[in-house]
């Protein structure tokens, strides 16, 4: 970690976290350079030779979009849309805003976020809070045109009658403005969300929002994004339901119920998800075994205890096209996602690799006997 990350991350941590995470995004609003300096120093590597700006080895072409490197800010950090272009300007190669819902909701009663940082971790249980899509559309629709990679996750409202029907009115709505599209059915804190994981349910859900998408003004790339607390025949049918609805690619895995190995024993019994380094086992080995249940063809974005060229590296080779983190930049810093790209950038060289896609699956019969 930098001197910068360390004064940063001393700073944020005298506040609560969901003050913390407020003035981290206002920083971000205001341009200031939380990270932009040490992004650019941190792609200096261990030797002389400076490492060019955009190393085409890292390019990943998926679904018809052209990911400069493949590095992604998770959903959840950026729920409005207030900072994509400052997120990408950190060194991400592409950023994913929301979780968005169709109405404003506040979300679940503070406090609902908690550190555990004996364990590197978090716990939360926001429950969707945002703005809405009106707000999200409208700086969505500011930016339109701009260049960067940016995706929409969207969700149902807690309270809505027909939850399929929300998702189908965040396809419509932001079908123009989004690189990609992410179906989020798996936070566990809006209750019964989950269950729209169980084959009966998401095969409605699919059918439906790839109608919605064919019927949207634009037709961007839809992901499914799922929970890693699934068991193996889980995993069959949501395989099955997703090839056979032509779904684009997959995101594996939102955060976990489990509190397995935790040392944080304080906050450990909180509810909610929890993301960060006690996720990244879990997540990779499903991960691995989606991977093998859709086959080389079927995109997959690995998250899940993402904090480190090493973990990076390694959702690749468990199957990953893409890599997401959030939790990692809480601990590491705002120079994280830089250094990310930067080892990336020595690793191909020093393998002499033509892109980086060729890192992808040589892990994943290993991590997929770990479920």
Request: aromatic share 6%; charged share 25%.
């Amino acid at each position: 970690m930098s001197v910068l990350d360390r004064i940063g991350q001393k700073l944020l941590f005298s506040f609560d976290p969901e003050t913390a995470h407020g003035l981290s995004i206002a920083a971000l609003r205001c341009g200031l350079p939380v990270g932009a300096t040490a992004w650019r120093d941190a792609r200096l590597p261990t030797h002389d030779a400076r490492l060019p700006t955009h190393d085409a080895r890292l390019k990943v072409s998926l679904c018809g979009l052209d990911f400069p490197n493949p590095l992604g800010m998770a959903a959840g950090y950026d729920k409005n849309a207030e900072v994509p272009d400052a997120l990408l300007g950190l060194g991400f190669g592409f950023a994913e805003v929301g979780t968005i819902t169709p109405l404003p909701q506040s979300g679940n009663p503070k406090p609902r976020i908690f550190r555990l940082t004996a364990d590197e971790a978090v716990i939360n249980r926001l429950g969707f809070n945002n703005e809405g899509h009106a707000a999200a559309e409208k700086r969505l629709a500011a930016r339109k045109g701009r260049p960067g990679i940016v995706g929409v996750n969207i969700g149902a409202n807690k309270d809505s009658a027909d939850r399929i029907a929300d998702y189908e009115r965040g396809i419509v709505r932001f079908a123009p403005y989004a690189s990609y599209l992410t179906v989020n059915i798996s936070s566990p804190n809006t209750p019964g969300l989950r269950n729209m994981q169980a084959r009966e349910q998401l095969g409605e859900l699919l059918s439906r929002v790839m109608a919605a998408r064919a019927a949207a003004p634009a037709q961007p790339p839809l992901f499914l994004k799922i929970a890693p607390d699934l068991i193996e025949a889980e995993l069959e049918d949501i395989a099955a339901e997703v090839v056979e609805k032509k779904i684009d690619g997959v995101i594996v895995s939102n955060t976990t119920l489990s509190r397995m190995g935790l040392r944080s024993t304080a906050v450990a019994g909180q509810a909610g998800g929890l993301s960060g380094k006690p996720l990244f086992e879990r997540s990779t080995a499903v991960l691995a075994r989606m991977r093998k249940l859709l086959g080389p063809e079927m995109a997959i974005i690995g998250v899940g205890g993402v904090d480190s060229i090493e973990t990076a590296l390694e959702k690749i080779r468990a199957g990953a096209d893409l890599v997401q983190l959030y939790t990692g930049m809480i601990y590491a810093g705002p120079t994280l996602p830089g250094r990310i790209v930067a080892g990336m950038a020595r690793f191909v060289e020093r393998e002499r690799l033509k892109s980086i896609g060729e890192l992808r699956d040589t892990g994943c019969a290993n991590w997929s006997k770990r479920l």
